[in-house]
């Protein structure tokens, strides 16, 4: 026997379902969300009350394998495939788990990245440091305590999109970062990226300084667009599905 908890971060549902259940229904009873019946009508397909390992919902692991072959194929063809593969691959995944958010209304990743989510929420838990939650303010997350699920979405967009959840955390492995770092590499002969650790920190101060912004825009859904109630540079909120989650140069990608 261990001390300690190992789990599969992708199966959690599956290995702790009865943590996972419980926490829907706090969540659904706390804040009149609806998370337990989405849960079950995505993946119990018989109608037991329980998700075992045969209920995988629609399949996404089919759709996930042919935009990795896309973005191999990109990263070992195009010029700055080590770029645009990364962030069309991330994006594409992200964008198609909300019919809102591309112009064929496709959702097919929205179990994968729903179960992510609650991953997280359980990883919050499990924090050895006491947070605030970012909504509710009597409410704390870390320590065996869990995080509304409203800031498990917060938190899990942010991260995905940028990397972390204010300016100074922005990673250039994010798709915000890759976008920067090919704008500056064609537009600006790489002046930023040629210090990486602080290329976007020094970028950021440019622009508080009054220098034109590189030329690129990225297009976010509403609620996007800031990190701490910060507007992040050459981000645009948008309700468009046609260019929600799209990059603008003079390609778009």
């Known amino acids: 026997?261990?001390?300690?908890?190992?789990?599969?971060?992708?199966?959690?549902?599956?290995?702790?379902q009865t943590t996972i259940f419980s926490y829907a229904k706090a969540c659904d009873s706390l804040f009149n969300t609806n998370l337990y019946?989405?849960?079950?009508?995505?993946?119990?397909?018989?109608?037991?009350?329980?998700?075992?390992?045969?209920?995988q919902g629609r399949g996404f692991e089919t759709a996930q394998l042919e935009t990795f072959a896309y973005c191999l194929n990109l990263l070992i063809t195009d010029e700055y495939g080590s770029l645009k593969s990364p962030y069309i691959q991330n994006i594409s995944l992200l964008k198609n788990s909300n019919s809102c958010w591309n112009p064929n209304a496709q959702n097919f990743m929205k179990e994968s990245i729903f179960l992510e989510k609650f991953?997280?929420?359980?990883?919050?838990?499990?924090?050895?440091?006491?947070?605030?939650?970012?909504?509710?303010?009597?409410?704390?997350?870390?320590?065996?305590?869990?995080?509304?699920?409203?800031?498990?979405?917060?938190?899990?967009?942010?991260?995905?999109?940028?990397?972390?959840?204010?300016?100074?955390?922005?990673?250039?492995?994010?798709?915000?970062?890759?976008?920067?770092q090919y704008c500056d590499i064609v537009k600006n002969s790489g002046?930023?990226?040629?210090?990486?650790?602080?290329?976007l920190s020094d970028y950021f101060k440019d622009l508080n300084s009054g220098e034109k912004p590189l030329p690129?825009?990225?297009?976010?859904?509403?609620?996007f667009g800031k990190l701490n109630g910060i507007k992040v540079p050459n981000t645009i909120e948008t309700n468009d599905p046609k260019l929600i989650f799209t990059a603008h140069f003079k390609e778009i990608w």
Do not use: R
Not at 38 to 50: A, F, I, Q, Y
Not at 151 to 169: A, H, P
Not at 191 to 199: G, L, V
């Open 37 to 55: 019946n989405e849960l079950m009508n995505m993946l119990d397909e018989n109608n037991d009350g329980v998700i075992d390992y045969n209920e």
């Open 216 to 223: 690129f825009t990225f297009f976010v859904p509403h609620g």
């Open 119 to 180: 991953s997280l929420a359980f990883k919050l838990s499990q924090q050895e440091n006491q947070e605030k939650d970012l909504f509710y303010n009597k409410m704390i997350y870390g320590k065996g305590y869990w995080p509304s699920f409203k800031t498990v979405e917060y938190l899990y967009n942010m991260t995905y999109v940028y990397g972390g959840q204010s300016l100074k955390s922005i990673s250039l492995s994010s798709p915000y970062g890759c976008l920067f």
């Open 191 to 199: 002046n930023y990226t040629k210090n990486p650790s602080t290329a």
């Open 1 to 16: 026997m261990t001390k300690a908890l190992y789990y599969n971060y992708l199966t959690l549902l599956y290995n702790l």
